[in-house]
Protein backbone atom coordinates (compact mmCIF):
# COMPACT_ATOMS: atom_id res chain seq x y z
CA UNK A 1 0.00 0.00 0.00
CA UNK A 2 1.13 3.80 -0.42
CA UNK A 3 2.07 5.57 2.36
CA UNK A 4 -0.79 7.52 1.98
CA UNK A 5 -3.04 5.20 2.38
CA UNK A 6 -2.37 4.71 6.05
CA UNK A 7 -1.58 8.48 6.09
CA UNK A 8 -5.49 9.04 5.29
CA UNK A 9 -6.73 6.26 7.39
CA UNK A 10 -5.26 8.20 10.51
CA UNK A 11 -6.15 11.37 9.40
CA UNK A 12 -9.86 10.31 9.06
CA UNK A 13 -9.69 8.02 12.20
CA UNK A 14 -11.10 4.92 10.07
CA UNK A 15 -8.82 2.45 11.91
CA UNK A 16 -11.42 -0.51 12.15
CA UNK A 17 -8.29 -2.71 12.66
CA UNK A 18 -7.47 -1.13 16.15
CA UNK A 19 -8.63 -3.06 19.20
CA UNK A 20 -9.87 -1.36 22.39
CA UNK A 21 -9.81 -3.98 24.29
CA UNK A 22 -6.31 -5.48 23.29
CA UNK A 23 -5.23 -8.75 21.79
CA UNK A 24 -6.81 -12.26 23.59
CA UNK A 25 -4.78 -14.29 21.80
CA UNK A 26 -1.43 -12.27 22.74
CA UNK A 27 -2.48 -12.81 26.20
CA UNK A 28 -3.28 -16.54 25.58
CA UNK A 29 0.48 -17.43 23.66
CA UNK A 30 2.48 -14.15 25.41
CA UNK A 31 4.43 -16.72 27.34
CA UNK A 32 6.19 -17.67 23.99
CA UNK A 33 7.83 -14.26 23.76
CA UNK A 34 8.06 -13.80 27.51
CA UNK A 35 9.36 -17.48 28.71
CA UNK A 36 13.15 -18.22 29.33
CA UNK A 37 13.19 -21.35 27.51
CA UNK A 38 11.83 -19.56 24.32
CA UNK A 39 13.09 -16.61 24.19
CA UNK A 40 16.20 -15.70 23.28
CA UNK A 41 17.79 -13.37 25.65
CA UNK A 42 17.05 -12.82 29.06
CA UNK A 43 15.93 -9.13 29.15
CA UNK A 44 12.73 -9.30 27.10
CA UNK A 45 12.66 -6.58 24.37
CA UNK A 46 9.84 -7.02 22.08
CA UNK A 47 9.46 -5.67 18.44
CA UNK A 48 6.38 -4.56 17.34
CA UNK A 49 6.46 -3.77 13.88
CA UNK A 50 3.73 -1.54 11.97
CA UNK A 51 2.23 -1.03 15.37
CA UNK A 52 -0.34 1.99 14.86
CA UNK A 53 -1.83 2.44 18.41
CA UNK A 54 -2.22 -0.52 19.58
CA UNK A 55 -3.50 -1.66 23.10
CA UNK A 56 -1.45 -5.23 23.45
CA UNK A 57 2.17 -2.34 23.78
CA UNK A 58 0.94 -1.22 27.28
CA UNK A 59 0.31 -5.24 28.25
CA UNK A 60 3.34 -5.99 27.11
CA UNK A 61 5.17 -2.97 28.97
CA UNK A 62 2.98 -4.17 31.89
CA UNK A 63 4.31 -7.48 31.85
CA UNK A 64 8.08 -6.03 32.39
CA UNK A 65 9.23 -5.64 28.86
CA UNK A 66 10.57 -3.54 26.74
CA UNK A 67 9.11 -2.28 23.70
CA UNK A 68 10.28 -1.20 20.41
CA UNK A 69 8.05 0.01 17.90
CA UNK A 70 7.98 1.02 14.26
CA UNK A 71 4.79 2.60 12.44
CA UNK A 72 4.59 5.10 9.94
CA UNK A 73 1.96 7.63 11.16
CA UNK A 74 2.76 10.08 13.60
CA UNK A 75 -0.78 10.75 14.35
CA UNK A 76 -0.57 7.03 16.24
CA UNK A 77 2.25 7.86 17.95
CA UNK A 78 0.63 10.84 19.52
CA UNK A 79 -2.48 9.33 20.21
CA UNK A 80 -0.43 5.84 21.86
CA UNK A 81 1.79 7.76 24.48
CA UNK A 82 -1.59 10.12 25.65
CA UNK A 83 -3.31 6.72 26.00
CA UNK A 84 -0.59 5.27 27.95
CA UNK A 85 -0.48 8.91 29.68
CA UNK A 86 2.70 9.32 29.26
CA UNK A 87 4.60 12.34 27.60
CA UNK A 88 7.29 10.75 25.36
CA UNK A 89 10.68 12.46 24.84
CA UNK A 90 10.92 13.08 20.71
CA UNK A 91 14.02 12.80 19.40
CA UNK A 92 14.42 13.87 15.36
CA UNK A 93 16.96 12.22 13.13
CA UNK A 94 17.86 11.98 9.59
CA UNK A 95 15.73 9.18 9.39
CA UNK A 96 12.66 10.42 11.24
CA UNK A 97 11.61 11.13 14.66
CA UNK A 98 11.75 8.61 18.11
CA UNK A 99 9.39 8.84 20.65
CA UNK A 100 10.58 7.50 23.88
CA UNK A 101 9.45 7.01 27.58
CA UNK A 102 10.75 4.43 30.03
CA UNK A 103 10.86 1.24 28.65
CA UNK A 104 9.08 2.29 25.31
CA UNK A 105 10.46 3.51 21.88
CA UNK A 106 8.67 4.22 18.71
CA UNK A 107 10.53 4.66 15.58
CA UNK A 108 8.11 6.82 13.02
CA UNK A 109 8.49 6.46 9.67
CA UNK A 110 8.98 3.66 7.21
CA UNK A 111 10.12 0.25 8.61
CA UNK A 112 12.23 -0.41 5.35
CA UNK A 113 14.77 2.80 6.66
CA UNK A 114 14.86 0.66 10.32
CA UNK A 115 18.21 -0.87 10.42
CA UNK A 116 19.66 -3.68 12.86
CA UNK A 117 21.53 -1.17 14.89
CA UNK A 118 18.89 1.13 15.22
CA UNK A 119 16.69 -1.56 16.30
CA UNK A 120 19.12 -2.77 19.43
CA UNK A 121 19.16 -6.05 20.17
CA UNK A 122 15.65 -7.40 20.63
CA UNK A 123 14.37 -10.92 22.02
CA UNK A 124 11.10 -11.35 19.63
CA UNK A 125 8.84 -9.90 17.58
CA UNK A 126 5.11 -9.95 18.13
CA UNK A 127 3.07 -9.18 14.93
CA UNK A 128 -0.80 -8.58 14.90
CA UNK A 129 -1.82 -7.12 11.61
CA UNK A 130 1.36 -5.91 10.36
CA UNK A 131 2.02 -8.52 7.83
CA UNK A 132 -1.94 -9.29 6.65
CA UNK A 133 -1.57 -5.42 6.41
CA UNK A 134 0.75 -5.57 3.44
CA UNK A 135 0.12 -6.71 -0.69
CA UNK A 136 1.95 -9.67 -1.74
CA UNK A 137 5.27 -8.18 -3.21
CA UNK A 138 6.04 -5.92 -0.43
CA UNK A 139 5.10 -8.86 2.03
CA UNK A 140 7.86 -10.42 0.73
CA UNK A 141 9.96 -7.50 1.16
CA UNK A 142 8.96 -7.14 4.81
CA UNK A 143 9.50 -10.93 5.81
CA UNK A 144 13.50 -10.69 4.50
CA UNK A 145 13.64 -6.89 6.32
CA UNK A 146 12.13 -8.23 9.49
CA UNK A 147 14.62 -11.46 9.39
CA UNK A 148 17.45 -9.04 8.97
CA UNK A 149 17.23 -6.31 11.74
CA UNK A 150 16.07 -8.50 13.98
CA UNK A 151 18.77 -11.34 13.25
CA UNK A 152 15.91 -13.97 13.34
CA UNK A 153 14.52 -13.27 17.01
CA UNK A 154 11.07 -15.59 17.60
CA UNK A 155 8.49 -14.00 16.44
CA UNK A 156 4.62 -14.12 17.66
CA UNK A 157 2.20 -13.89 14.48
CA UNK A 158 -1.31 -13.29 14.67
CA UNK A 159 -3.34 -13.29 11.33
CA UNK A 160 -6.30 -13.63 8.96
CA UNK A 161 -7.38 -16.28 6.56
CA UNK A 162 -10.59 -15.89 4.58
CA UNK A 163 -11.40 -16.37 0.66
CA UNK A 164 -9.48 -13.21 -1.14
CA UNK A 165 -11.84 -13.75 -3.54
CA UNK A 166 -15.13 -12.15 -0.94
CA UNK A 167 -12.90 -9.08 -0.42
CA UNK A 168 -10.03 -6.96 -1.09
CA UNK A 169 -7.57 -6.35 1.74
CA UNK A 170 -5.98 -4.91 3.68
CA UNK A 171 -5.60 -6.77 5.74
CA UNK A 172 -5.28 -9.43 3.17
CA UNK A 173 -5.64 -12.94 3.94
CA UNK A 174 -2.16 -14.82 5.14
CA UNK A 175 -2.43 -18.61 5.28
CA UNK A 176 -0.11 -21.18 6.91
CA UNK A 177 1.53 -22.00 3.22
CA UNK A 178 2.29 -18.08 2.67
CA UNK A 179 3.72 -18.09 6.60
CA UNK A 180 5.89 -21.07 5.70
CA UNK A 181 6.97 -19.71 1.97
CA UNK A 182 7.88 -16.58 3.52
CA UNK A 183 9.41 -17.72 7.05
CA UNK A 184 10.51 -21.74 6.52
CA UNK A 185 14.05 -20.91 5.25
CA UNK A 186 15.24 -19.36 8.26
CA UNK A 187 12.65 -20.59 11.14
CA UNK A 188 10.61 -23.78 12.44
CA UNK A 189 6.85 -22.52 12.16
CA UNK A 190 4.38 -23.81 14.60
CA UNK A 191 0.77 -23.35 14.07
CA UNK A 192 -0.68 -22.64 17.64
CA UNK A 193 -4.43 -21.68 16.82
CA UNK A 194 -6.64 -21.92 14.37
CA UNK A 195 -10.29 -20.00 15.40
CA UNK A 196 -12.95 -18.96 13.70
CA UNK A 197 -13.13 -14.89 14.09
CA UNK A 198 -16.68 -14.12 15.82
CA UNK A 199 -18.17 -11.81 13.92
CA UNK A 200 -16.57 -11.98 10.46
CA UNK A 201 -13.64 -9.50 9.11
CA UNK A 202 -15.60 -6.44 8.97
CA UNK A 203 -18.41 -8.19 9.72
CA UNK A 204 -18.68 -8.82 6.35
CA UNK A 205 -16.23 -11.83 5.49
CA UNK A 206 -15.69 -15.61 7.24
CA UNK A 207 -12.37 -15.34 8.52
CA UNK A 208 -10.47 -17.41 10.81
CA UNK A 209 -7.55 -16.15 13.46
CA UNK A 210 -4.41 -17.68 12.72
CA UNK A 211 -1.38 -18.20 15.39
CA UNK A 212 2.02 -18.96 15.01
CA UNK A 213 4.86 -19.20 16.69
CA UNK A 214 8.45 -19.03 14.97
CA UNK A 215 11.78 -20.10 16.18
CA UNK A 216 15.18 -19.46 14.40
CA UNK A 217 16.67 -22.80 12.88
C1 LIG B 1 -3.53 -2.80 10.13
S1 LIG B 1 -2.65 -1.62 11.04
C2 LIG B 1 -2.18 -2.59 12.45
C3 LIG B 1 -1.71 -1.78 13.62
C4 LIG B 1 -1.38 -2.62 14.87
N1 LIG B 1 -0.43 -3.68 14.60
C5 LIG B 1 -2.63 -3.15 15.53
O1 LIG B 1 -2.72 -4.36 15.73
O2 LIG B 1 -3.52 -2.34 15.86
C6 LIG B 1 -1.15 -1.47 10.10
C7 LIG B 1 -0.29 -0.30 10.53
O3 LIG B 1 0.93 -0.31 9.80
C8 LIG B 1 1.34 1.00 9.54
N2 LIG B 1 2.26 0.92 8.39
C9 LIG B 1 1.91 0.61 7.11
N3 LIG B 1 3.00 0.59 6.32
C10 LIG B 1 4.07 0.91 7.12
C11 LIG B 1 5.46 1.04 6.89
N4 LIG B 1 5.99 0.88 5.66
N5 LIG B 1 6.26 1.36 7.93
C12 LIG B 1 5.74 1.53 9.18
N6 LIG B 1 4.41 1.41 9.46
C13 LIG B 1 3.59 1.11 8.44
C14 LIG B 1 0.03 1.74 9.29
O4 LIG B 1 0.14 3.13 9.47
C15 LIG B 1 -0.90 1.07 10.29
O5 LIG B 1 -0.95 1.78 11.51
Known amino acids: MEHSFWHSKWQKNEIGFHETEGNALLVKYASFLLDDESANSALKRIFVPLCGKTRDIGWLLSQGCEVVGAELSEVAIIQLFEELGAEPNVTTT??????????LTVFVGDIFKLTS?????VSGVYDRAALVALPSPLREQYAAHLIAITQCAPQLIISFEYDQNEM????????????DLLYSGDYHIKRLERSMLKGGLKGKVDADNLVFALTAK
Request: net charge positive; hydrophobic share 25%; no cysteine.
Open 117 to 121: SDLGN
Open 94 to 103: AKGKAYTKDG
Open 168 to 179: AGPPFSVNEKTV
